[in-house]
């Protein structure tokens, strides 16, 4: 008898919610009942609201169950799930569900259906083809396709990749570095975790390929402290690449050498920054640094070197395998390829949707998410993180891609868009997001460190219902400078999510006294 292979997710939200326990229970009911199972470990598919979901490898393909809990187990057994069995907890095939089906995954096309640390499953589903492919080509060859593809930093300026690794291949030096930023401070945002617990080989792909572009031969990924499995997993994948001569000083047999180190990060947002990231890395305290001179011409240790988000990096492979024309076919206007798009908060079903730009705001959080968990109606969405705007229903027909968000005042930032139903009150949103700044500001320029206090004694006073219209005035007029005078985008992009509050959210501000006394 062959063992029947059962799927449950490792992935850091899979666990979150159980998904040890329920591979316990289904090890000990198999034992008992004397069925033979071969139980593989895989990421997550993006579906949170089916988490724990038990894949059963079957003929006619994976039939999922979910969401299951570890008392679920002795039920399912019964029902014969391990030959596709009915349950109330039976989602059909899988790879049919039409969250799945309606997709444009390239990136995330492995995460969920193979074992992550498994090479030969890498290599059974496409991997390594852009590694060998970028083996054949000169580095400036390969910088070519990468800025033909279109691809833009996918960390959230959108600034063109392919011009970054122009400017730090044309900066004349003797060591080169590449540098990933899986720092993922943003709120509702989880793809880049995802792909290190998921399909960490894809990063490493990108990132070796990144090296033979620029001729750098040392790479560092910085993992945010908060990732315990991702540095976990990640740092075996690196282990295990390196025995299989991916990495090292002879990458895939070519001569060519690419060693990578994975870095746990310092538990600060602005070490997200990409200087305040190359301070850390430094092992100093995460601070700005002035621009110019950019970390493409004098980056880590004073050396060029190309920081780039992990889906930047991880965008790499499939345009090297697959070419930079059917790369940029994908998308709208300037913003080429695919996004994954992070949908969390007050959300039916969420989770991780990689689509081609272009698709509305309201396809996504209504369409695709369902609408609120809470059942009511929804009333705002932040998209782009912390420092993103918080878009009202009435703008829902806005596509996702960079232009289109910039020009309504918004920003796609890393892709995380959080839900919020009618209870959410903006002033107190507003006073949230000023605070946030205050509290991870780096202090190192005035308008952000000064200025976010500042700002949240004045948005208390606002809610408070204190002198409201004078202000507010004043609030403009401090946001105004913040977003001037900053440093950087973190003073400088506070303003977003305030601005944007108080604009579409009138009401919500609009606190007299009075009416505070007679509620
Ligand atoms: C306060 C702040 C936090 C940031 N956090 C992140 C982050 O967590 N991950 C990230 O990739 N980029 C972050 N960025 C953007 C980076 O500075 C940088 O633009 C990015 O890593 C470049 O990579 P890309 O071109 O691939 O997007 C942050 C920027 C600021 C101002
Ligand atoms: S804007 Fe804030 S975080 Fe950025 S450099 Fe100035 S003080 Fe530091």
Redesign the pocket.
């Known amino acids: 008898m062959t063992a029947i292979r059962v799927f449950v997710p490792q992935d850091a939200a899979a666990l979150a919610v159980g998904a040890g326990r329920v591979v316990s229970a289904i090890r000990a009911e198999a034992l008992a009942r004397g069925c033979e199972i071969e139980i593989v470990r895989n990421g997550s598919r993006g579906m949170f609201w089916l988490e724990p979901l038990v894949e059963v490898e079957l003929p006619q393909g994976r039939v999922g169950y979910g969401p299951v809990a570890a008392s679920d187990v002795p039920g399912l057994f019964d029902a014969g799930f391990l030959q596709g069995g009915s349950h109330p907890l039976a989602k059909g095939i899988v790879a049919d569900l039409p969250w799945l089906t309606c997709q444009q995954r390239l990136t995330f096309a492995r995460c969920g259906i193979t074992a992550p640390l498994s090479l030969d499953d890498y290599r059974a589903h496409g991997g390594l083809v852009g590694l060998t492919a970028a083996l054949q080509m000169d580095p400036a060859a390969i910088v070519e396709e990468v800025t033909k593809s279109g691809l833009r ?5 959108g ?1 063109p ?1 392919g011009i ?1 690794w122009r400017t730090a291949a044309a900066a004349p030096a003797e060591q080169r570095y590449i540098v990933c ?1 899986a ?4 709120s509702g945002t989880f793809a880049d975790r995802m792909i290190m617990e998921g399909d960490p080989y894809l990063l490493i792909e990108g990132m070796a390929i990144a090296g033979l572009a620029v001729n750098a031969t040392k790479g560092f990924v910085y993992i945010r402290s908060e990732y315990p499995h991702a540095f976990k997993t990640f740092s075996e994948a690196i282990r295990i690449a390196e025995e299989a001569g991916i990495l090292g000083g002879d990458v895939l047999g070519s001569g060519r050498a690419f060693h990578l180190e994975a870095r746990l990060g310092a538990g600060a ?2 070490c ?3 200087t305040s990231l190359l301070e850390s890395l430094e092992g100093k305290r995460g601070t700005v640094r002035k621009k110019p001179p950019l970390p493409a011409i004098e980056g880590l240790f004073g050396k060029p070197t190309i ?4 889906l ?1 990096l991880a965008a790499v492979p499939t345009i090297l395998a697959m070419g930079s024309a059917f790369y940029q076919e994908f998308g709208i206007g300037r913003s080429r390829g695919t996004m994954p798009i992070q949908l969390a908060g007050n959300v039916a079903h969420g989770g991780l949707i990689e689509r081609a730009f272009g698709l509305t705001l309201g396809d996504i959080v209504e369409g695709l998410g369902g609408g609120t968990r809470t059942g009511r109606p929804i009333r705002a969405v932040q998209v782009g993180g912390p420092l993103g705007a918080y878009w009202p229903t009435h703008l829902f027909d806005t596509p996702f891609e960079y232009e289109a968000f910039a020009a309504k005042g918004g920003m796609i930032g ?1 892709g995380g868009i959080v839900v919020f139903d009618d209870s959410v009150d903006l002033a107190k949103q507003a006073r949230f997001a000023m605070e946030f700044c205050a509290i991870e500001s780096c202090g190192k320029c005035t308008p952000c460190r000064v200025g976010s206090t500042r700002g949240v004694e004045v948005l208390d006073r606002i809610i408070a219902g204190e002198d409201v219209v004078n202000q507010i005035t004043l609030l403009q007029d401090l946001t105004e400078l913040m977003r001037d005078g900053s440093l ?3 003073g400088g992009l506070t303003p977003m999510p305030v601005l944007s509050a108080l604009t579409h959210f009138p009401e919500d501000f609009d606190r007299a006294p009075l009416a505070q006394a007679a509620e």
């Open positions: 930093g996918r960390g959230g300026a600034f990749t970054k930023n720092d993922e401070g943003d947002y602005i997200g920054e990409e920081i780039n988000n992990l930047s890393h950087c985008a973190l």
